[in-house]
């Protein structure tokens, strides 16, 4: 753990320059008074009545902390922090600074190396002290322990949907959402799809069935231009024979298939007899 703390900071100067960093990622945080708003409202008034000087705010919204390079208020506080500009960061909850054990430690290390302090309001403690040190790391570990406990979760509830028939995208060529449960058919994105298996099943080829959607214009769901490997994807992908897949099982979906079971099967054996890496998912599909 670090050894320098806010003592070092108190001999070089008498007005604290504090930055308050706050985050949120989703609408039920919000709801649980965890805000943008009220995590300001409530470090401004803790800084304040500790006539700190607050250069800054830093803000990060809709962002998860399970890492930081994705986070621009965070890249950016810590090059002040590394330019010396700030002595001390608050932070509402250290949940909101990080849930990712490696990226505390990581943090900790550069904030000592330019003596800046690390206070957490709600839960009153930072790393002005030993103790204040120890328990910041234990917090770490159970904040990274709640993000696997959730992505977890998350897992099994993708894999429930998939087994009641329910979509488990939200993007896919050919179709449109309907509803949050399942999917309809898009009918000239449709064509598309259909034409791509029809191609595969005369050419067996990749790269001709490719270039054959250039020429016709045929894009991706975004407007992208055809691969031989986005061409590979769109063919094993079972929600055509209407069926969802989640980690390698299949399941009857709840929605209208755009290509026959047979068809897709004799696709994905002819994929595999030219050596293609698929999944050989046809061999769970009766037809």
């Known amino acids: 753990a670090p050894s320098r703390g806010l003592g070092d900071v108190y001999k070089r100067q008498s007005v604290m320059r504090a930055a308050i960093y706050i985050r949120v990622s989703t609408s039920e945080q919000a709801a649980e008074g965890y805000s943008l708003a009220a995590q300001r409202k409530s470090l401004m008034q803790w800084c304040n ?11 990060d919204e809709g962002i ?27 932070v509402w909850a250290l949940s909101r600074l990080t849930r990712s054990v490696a990226d ?6 550069l904030f000592a190396a330019h003596n800046c302090g690390l206070i957490s309001y709600t839960e009153a403690f930072g790393t002005t002290t030993p103790t204040g040190r120890a328990m910041m790391g234990m917090l770490g570990i159970f904040a990274q322990m709640e ?27 050919g179709y ?21 298996f029809d ?8 790269s001709a069935v490719a270039e054959l959607c250039r020429l016709r214009g045929y894009t991706g769901k975004r407007g992208r231009v055809q691969t031989a490997e986005s061409i590979r994807r769109i063919l094993i992908c079972p929600v055509y024979a209407g069926y969802n897949s989640y980690k390698g ?18 696709v994905q054996r002819i994929l595999q007899q030219r050596g293609k890496r698929v999944r050989i998912l046809y061999q769970q599909i009766k037809g």
């Open 49 to 59: 009545g500790r006539a700190y000087d607050v250069t800054g705010v830093y803000a």
């Open 104 to 109: 505390l430690y990581s943090v900790w290390d």
């Open 147 to 173: 993000r696997e406990f959730t992505a977890e979760r998350v897992s099994a509830a993708i894999a429930e949907r998939a087994a009641q028939g329910k979509r488990t995208c939200n993007e896919v060529l």
């Open 199 to 206: 191609r595969y099943l005369e050419y067996r080829n990749l």
């Open 64 to 90: 998860s902390a399970k890492d930081i390079k994705h986070r621009p208020a965070m890249l950016q506080l810590l090059s002040d922090v590394q330019a010396g500009e700030i002595d001390v960061v608050c």
């Open 249 to 266: 099982q299949l399941h009857k979906g709840c929605h209208a298939p755009i290509i026959s079971v047979k068809d897709y099967n004799r």
């Open 176 to 196: 449109d959402l309907d509803g949050k449960d399942s999917l309809k058919i898009n009918p000239a994105e449709a064509e598309r799809v259909r034409y791509i």
